[in-house]
Antibody, heavy 119, light 110 residues
Framework: EVQLLESGGGLVQPGGSLRLSCAASGFTFTNYAISWVRQAPGKGLEWVSGVSGGGGSTYQADSLKGRFTVSRDNSKNTLYLQMNSLRAEDTGLYYC????????????WGQGTLVTVSS | QSALTQPASVTGSPGQSITISCTGS?????????VSWYQQHPGKAPKLLIYDVKNRPPGVFNRFSGSKSGNTASLAISGLQPEDEADYYC??????????FGGGTKLTVL
């Protein structure tokens, strides 16, 4: 059974940093691209960043470049999101999502980890 | 990259058919056949309904269908069921090597 388990969320002050993790199991992790998608409270989905299966290519939403960095450790079957200079508008539920069909779509989703940026 | 444009809300009755539009540009929806659709119930993670414009994953009812014309993609739902009441989002790959979601459409089944 495919599982994606996010962790690392929490309460952080504006300007602070967090590193989110997404632990994957139940499939060959290196074979699939995977992304971070976030959702502010009561708002819609926003694609944040993604990385290719081998980790050689990373993709980033233009609005977040310079603050967020995506990476993966295929030896640990884990995806990461390093978030720096956090702002109140970064508050939300952060999902990791797997591209099962190699099509740029997101078939498997975790349950999300909540990030709250507040003083 | 601006969000794709979806109607904020759509309403239908059980058994009816509805369509949700998703309008982008030549830089996203119009550039590739990499459009996907998601259903999200309150408090739940999104569920993939359609990928590559019109393909359904196993287990997704054939009441859900996707299409695209130019810069606009559409999700059609036939034979509306009460459990179809949810938020729906489109997504597209872009020429900037990023992905962009639509703003979401709340479907109400009265």
């Amino acid at each position: 059974e495919v599982q994606l388990l996010e962790s690392g969320g929490g309460l952080v002050q504006p300007g602070g940093s967090l590193r989110l993790s997404c632990a994957a199991s139940g499939f060959t992790f290196t074979n699939y691209a995977i992304s971070w998608v976030r959702q502010a409270p009561g708002k819609g989905l926003e694609w944040v960043s993604g990385v290719s299966g081998g980790g050689g290519s990373t993709y980033q939403a233009d609005s977040l470049k310079g603050r967020f960095t995506v990476s993966r450790d295929n030896s640990k079957n884990t995806l990461y999101l390093q978030m720096n200079s956090l702002r109140a508008e970064d508050t939300g539920l952060y999902y990791c999502a797997l591209d099962l069909y190699h099509s740029g779509s997101f078939y498997y989703w975790g349950q999300g980890t909540l990030v709250t940026v507040s003083s | 990259q601006s969000a794709l444009t979806q109607p904020a809300s759509v309403t239908g009755s059980p058994g009816q058919s509805i369509t949700i539009s998703c309008t982008g540009s030549r830089s996203d929806v119009g550039a590739y056949d990499s459009v996907s659709w998601y259903q999200q119930h309150p408090g739940k993670a999104p569920k993939l309904l359609i990928y590559d414009v019109k393909n359904r994953p196993p287990g997704v009812f054939n009441r859900f269908s996707g299409s695209k014309s130019g810069n606009t993609a559409s999700l059609a739902i036939s034979g509306l069921q009460p459990e179809d009441e949810a938020d729906y989002y489109c997504n597209s790959y872009t020429t900037s090597a990023t992905w962009v979601f639509g703003g979401g459409t709340k479907l109400t089944v009265l």
